[in-house]
């Protein structure tokens, strides 16, 4: 072969090196792959009973759901001994809804400046005859939701309200509001 043929051949060497080196760096599109980290499968019981996980980039908890509190008070159609109706009471909780139980007189949500809700109390109801009555809380109590009631009666100035002494119904939950 003759130093002619010798240098156009690798010159022709050389540029389909170049060509394929283009070929393969320059045009050949680069796929980056994000980093992902899988996030721990903690749960985090919320005050409603459900539960959270963790999720996004920083693996933070979610948000729990905020609770939605409704009353929902029927006049029962009988007549407690002392002549006052009978209204029972269900509590609906992020519309699960459950039995309270039945009280005496008419029943009225509590929440207003002039009968503010208690101190950890989210949701609070009053049933009322004469001078006597009921008063059914939700309290969020060591990050969880209890339902709890307590006797209502006339303060010894005859205006005023007599509240507290509150006993435990049942802790409120995911399943079973």
């Known amino acids: 072969m003759s130093t002619k043929s010798q240098w156009a051949f690798f010159s022709v060497v050389i540029c389909v090196g170049v060509i394929s080196a283009w070929f393969f760096f320059v045009r050949t599109p680069t796929i980056v792959v994000p980093h992902t980290s899988a996030c721990t499968e903690e749960a985090k019981i919320c005050p409603d009973g459900s539960t959270v996980g963790r999720a996004g980039p920083a693996c933070e908890f979610t948000p729990c759901e905020v609770p939605v509190y409704n009353w929902i008070v029927s006049d029962s159609g009988s007549k407690s001994r002392a002549g006052a109706s009978l209204a029972t009471v269900s ?16 029943c009225a949500e509590i929440g207003v400046p002039e009968w503010p809700l ?60």
């Open 118 to 177: 208690l101190e950890g109390e989210k949701a609070g109801l009053a049933c009322w005859f004469e001078t006597a009555g009921t008063e059914i809380g939700v309290f969020e109590e060591q990050g969880r939701l209890v339902l709890k009631k307590a006797p209502l009666s006339v303060g010894k100035d005859g205006s005023s309200i007599a509240r507290g002494a509150f006993e435990v119904v049942r802790i409120l939950g995911s399943d079973v509001p």
């Open 91 to 106: 509590l609906s909780l992020n519309g699960k809804e459950s039995s309270v139980g039945t009280y005496e007189g008419s």
